[in-house]
């Protein structure tokens, strides 16, 4: 009978009443205690690693416009910044350098007086095996034309690249580095710069491969922040194309059997997908960079009152770790440890 009691109490209604439902997965929500016993998944601290942009000289701390809440610090202002972060909880970082100078061949970056390995050295003078240092292996930066490589014409040529590129990994082993990353995407580089590692005796220095490296729309802020956009073209013929999930398979049995140590998605956010097949198929750690536009996004949305900055924070390394990153770089690593949005 459709009485007006019925649609004022609903749990009271036939259906609601009904015993034929065995399966009620609200059961495992009802309460906090309860959601927290059962999470599938947890991200902890411990699995973030924060990046820092290095400058030249001393005594500078510059605001990045489209990366709110990161600076770009010479070494003596990243001492106590890194500092600071270890303090509550925050145990690696990924280091760029802004060089004090560019030209065609990016001879700056094998400068081992560079901003790099300076800090490499400061770093780990200070801290030693309580911060893993990290460093981005590129041209980029360093170049003139703001290309990951050298160019003949407009053309990006690789195997001379992947030459300097191994040099350089070679200065940041020296300075110190625990892992040196290339994040170039030239062929066989890894190969070579494993050679090249272990003539020079930096056997124990490890390759992060950014193994499924995509062209993305999502670099934006931080090409601003590394000053290391193209001057004419794209990237498009040595990043990976956004439509490819297979291929990024291809890269990463190349990026193992060349000998990486570990493994890299970038882009994070918009490629789960691939995250979620290098969990499967890797056999080293799986790395996601959550990249500076995914950061931007957030940032913005939450300055814009659109968002709750820690709940959306949270909820974006937890699905990149959730896919099966083992490892994040990000940018709200620091911030996520002095506001203890995680445990350690
Ligand atoms: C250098 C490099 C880039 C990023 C990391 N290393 C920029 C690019 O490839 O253009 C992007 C990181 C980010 O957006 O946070 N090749």
């Not at 950014?210 to 004419?232: C, L, N, V």
């Amino acid at each position: 009978m459709n009485s007006i009691l019925d649609t004022q109490r609903p749990r009271e209604s036939k259906i609601a009443l009904s015993s034929d439902m065995p399966h009620r997965p609200r059961r495992l929500r009802r309460n906090a205690n309860l959601r927290a016993m059962v999470a599938e998944s947890q991200l902890h601290l411990h699995q973030l690693v924060q990046g820092h942009f290095v400058l030249p000289g001393t005594g500078q701390a510059q605001e990045i416009t489209s990366l709110p809440g990161i600076q770009r610090y010479s070494v003596d202002r990243l001492l106590p910044a890194v500092e600071a972060d270890r303090k509550v909880g925050v145990r690696a970082v990924m280091l760029f350098g802004l060089p004090q100078e560019k030209d065609a061949s990016g001879t700056s970056s094998q400068d081992p007086d560079g901003p790099i390995p300076q800090a490499v050295r400061a770093l780990k003078a200070e801290f030693g095996d309580e911060l893993s240092v990290m460093t981005d292996v590129c041209l980029c930066p360093y170049t003139d034309h703001g290309h990951c490589g050298f160019l003949e014409g407009e053309e990006i040529l690789n195997d001379i690249s992947v030459a300097a590129l191994a040099e350089m990994a070679v200065v940041h082993a020296e300075a110190g580095a625990d892992f040196v990353c290339p994040s170039d995407m030239m062929d066989g580089r890894i190969g070579k710069i494993r050679t090249h590692l272990d003539r020079k005796g930096q056997s124990q220095t490890g390759i992060l491969a950014y193994t499924a490296k995509y062209a993305s729309a999502f670099y934006g802020p931080f090409r601003e922040a590394a000053d290391s956009a193209p001057s004419f073209g794209d990237r498009k013929t040595y990043q990976m194309d956004w439509r490819n999930r297979r291929e990024a398979s291809r890269e990463l049995a190349l990026d193992l059997e060349e000998g990486a140590d570990m493994v890299m998605v970038k882009p994070a956010l918009a490629y789960l997908d691939v995250i979620s097949d290098f969990a499967d198929q890797s056999s080293v750690p799986v790395v996601a960079y959550n990249v500076s536009g995914e950061y931007a996004l957030v940032k913005m949305a939450a300055a814009q009152g659109l968002a709750d900055e820690q709940a959306m924070t949270l909820e974006t390394l937890g699905a990149i770790h959730r896919a099966g990153a083992d490892l994040i770089i990000t940018y709200h690593a620091s911030e996520a440890a002095h506001k203890q949005w995680l445990p350690q």
